[in-house]
T-cell receptor, first 115, second 113 residues
Framework: AQSVSQHNHHVILSEAASLELGCNYSYGGTVNLFWYVQYPGQHLQLLLKYFSGDPLVKGIKGFEAEFIKSKFSFNLRKPSVQWSDTAEYFCAVNALNTGFQKLVFGTGTRLLVSP | NAGVTQTPKFRILKIGQSMTLQCAQDMNHNYMYWYRQDPGMGLKLIYYSVGAGITDKGEVPNGYNVSRSTTEDFPLRLELAAPSQTSVYFC????????????FGSGTRLTVV
């Protein structure tokens, strides 16, 4: 079965610091990859997604993620975080060609950005 | 505004009570999903549907039931509430998986006491 690992459960940064959140998945075939963000008290919103092509994907609010197939990874990055980036971030994977396609989510990384 | 609407936003149930969490989408999406979110556990899929009249179990279906009589609605039923069902429940829908990902509702926070 597919699984998604987010090893950083809690991250605390100061404003303007750089961010990298790790995401690894277990499926060896073709995948679609997503990062979702959940601001406090809100629902999940799509941050960025990778389907094919350039492995460096740019999303909203200055976020980007890099797909490294050999490492089964899809890490999220941002050069300079802001206080408003305080949220929980979820990596999700859809393994193609495995029957009905549905997202498998990681356990999430809670980011706190201090002003 | 187009999207996924969940009601209620909050609910407290007593053990053994039943309730239905409502979910409706107006985007003409065929695929709909119910997830529960527990602290430190991420999102676990309860049930999903690929279209009206078709539903199937996800990872954690025990204690829940669903129906999909129309494309728009996908209610989740708890028959005999248990404390283990205390969670935040999210409904989501998608046109397909390869284009847009999921659109999530705002969630229902359920407490069973």
């Amino acid at each position: 079965a597919q699984s998604v690992s987010q090893h950083n459960h809690h991250v605390i940064l100061s404003e303007a610091a750089s961010l990298e959140l790790g995401c690894n998945y277990s499926y060896g075939g073709t995948v679609n990859l997503f990062w979702y963000v959940q601001y406090p008290g809100q629902h999940l919103q799509l941050l960025l997604k990778y389907f094919s092509g350039d492995p460096l994907v740019k999303g909203i609010k200055g976020f980007e993620a890099e797909f490294i197939k050999s490492k089964f990874s899809f890490n999220l990055r941002k050069p300079s975080v802001q206080w408003s980036d305080t949220a929980e971030y979820f990596c999700a994977v859809n393994a193609l060609n495995t029957g009905f396609q549905k997202l498998v989510f990681g356990t999430g990384t809670r980011l706190l950005v201090s002003p | 505004n187009a999207g996924v609407t969940q009601t209620p936003k909050f609910r407290i149930l007593k053990i053994g009570q039943s309730m239905t969490l409502q979910c409706a989408q107006d985007m003409n999406h065929n695929y709909m999903y119910w997830y529960r979110q527990d602290p430190g556990m991420g999102l676990k899929l309860i049930y999903y549907s690929v279209g009206a009249g078709i539903t199937d179990k996800g990872e954690v279906p025990n204690g829940y039931n669903v129906s999909r009589s129309t494309t728009e609605d996908f209610p989740l039923r708890l028959e005999l509430a248990a404390p283990s069902q205390t969670s935040v429940y999210f409904c989501a829908s998608s046109y397909d998986m390869t284009t847009f990902g999921y659109t999530f509702g705002s969630g229902t926070r359920l407490t069973v006491v």
